[in-house]
T-cell receptor
């Protein structure tokens, strides 16, 4: 059974800092890994999708990496802003039936 | 705007009552999913459908049923609601297991 862990559970940083969120998974037989953002009381917004054959993806100030062999992914946020405050979730889609497993998320607070 | 629509947004339901949560997508995605999100337990897959006419059980299917009569709609039914089904329910869709997943805004259900 796939297990996904996100560390830390919560993170508070001052505005302008660069930061890294971590995601680890136990089963490397994956199609892809996807990072999401969730604001309080809202749905999930897709940030980046990394295919199993890829090492990284970039979108604006966000960069996600994937090391499938070690079961790890990182989400790098450059020059953080208060508007980045949210919960960040990673999800791994396994090759078995294409089902996804989510981590519990990292709640980020960026202080002005 | 293309995307996923869930209805209702929120609902208070008496225990023992039957309830159907609606999910419609206009992206012609083959695969659709229902998740529940609970504090401390994260997002858990209830049921999924890889294509119209087929459905499968996720991690927590008991007490729920789904149908997929066409590509666009994927309703989730609680035959006889119980308080433990109090949760936020999210519908998601994607073209296939190797593509980006998109989420609806959620239905907040309280069973009393």
């Amino acid at each position: 059974k796939q297990e996904v862990t996100q560390i830390p559970a919560a993170l508070s940083v001052p505005e302008g800092e660069n930061l890294v969120l971590n995601c680890s998974f136990t089963d490397s037989a994956i199609y892809n890994l996807q990072w999401f953002r969730q604001d309080p009381g809202k749905g999930l917004t897709s940030l980046l999708l990394i295919q199993s054959s890829q090492r990284e993806q970039t979108s604006g100030r966000l960069n996600a990496s994937l090391d499938k062999s070690s079961g790890r992914s990182t989400l790098y946020i450059a020059a953080s802003q208060p508007g980045d405050s949210a919960t960040y979730l990673c999800a791994v889609t396994n090759t078995n039936a294409g089902k996804s497993t989510f981590g519990d998320g990292t709640t980020l607070t960026v202080k002005p | 705007i293309a995307g996923i629509t869930q209805a209702p947004t929120s609902q208070i339901l008496a225990a023992g009552r039957r309830m159907t949560l609606r999910c419609t997508q206009d992206m012609r995605h083959n695969a659709m999913y229902w998740y529940r999100q609970d504090l401390g337990l994260g997002l858990r897959l209830i049921h999924y459908s890889n294509t119209a006419g087929t459905t499968g059980k996720g991690e927590v299917p008991d007490g729920y049923s789904v149908s997929r009569a066409n590509t666009d709609d994927f309703p989730l039914t609680l035959a006889s609601a119980v308080p433990s089904q109090t949760s936020v329910y999210f519908c998601a869709s994607r073209t296939g297991p190797n593509t980006e997943a998109f989420f609806g805004q959620g239905t907040r259900l309280t069973v009393v």
